[in-house]
Nanobody
Framework: QVQLVESGGGLVQAGGSLRLSCAAS????????MGWYRQNPGKQRDLVAV???????NYADSVKGRFTISRDNAKNTVYLQMNSLKPEDTGVYYC???????????WGQGTQVTVSS
């Protein structure tokens, strides 16, 4: 399993921007999917954005046009650029890396994002 460490969360006013980073302990080029999920207390963890190795990113409808996911295999890091933030974007953001061929499904510890109105 790879260790994932998120950073970049914080408190921001509505309309502002944040950039989340997910640093992996090892090479990420082999991971088929890397994504960001969001969770609030008492609710399920929902997909925000996912990027397939060599493929087109996919986004939740609620963040399309505002968030951008990218991966830098050379730096073993995945990013989530969040613009035009809304209060409903508030939550703990988790980084995820999947490699189905090896049954690897790794999660980071999460980073809190709070958007004030």
């Amino acid at each position: 399993q790879v260790q994932l460490v998120e950073s970049g969360g914080g408190l921001v006013q509505a309309g502002g921007s944040l950039r989340l980073s997910c640093a992996a302990s090892g090479p990420i080029f082999g991971f088929n999917l890397m994504g960001w999920y969001r969770q609030n207390p008492g609710k399920q963890r929902d997909l925000v954005a996912v990027i397939i190795n060599g493929g087109v990113p996919n986004y939740a409808d609620s963040v399309k046009g505002r968030f951008t996911i990218s991966r830098d295999n050379a730096k073993n890091t995945v990013y989530l650029q969040m613009n035009s933030l809304k209060p409903e974007d508030t939550g703990v953001y988790y980084c995820n890396a999947k490699m189905p061929a090896r049954a690897i499904d790794s999660w980071g510890q999460g980073t809190q994002v709070t958007v004030s109105s």
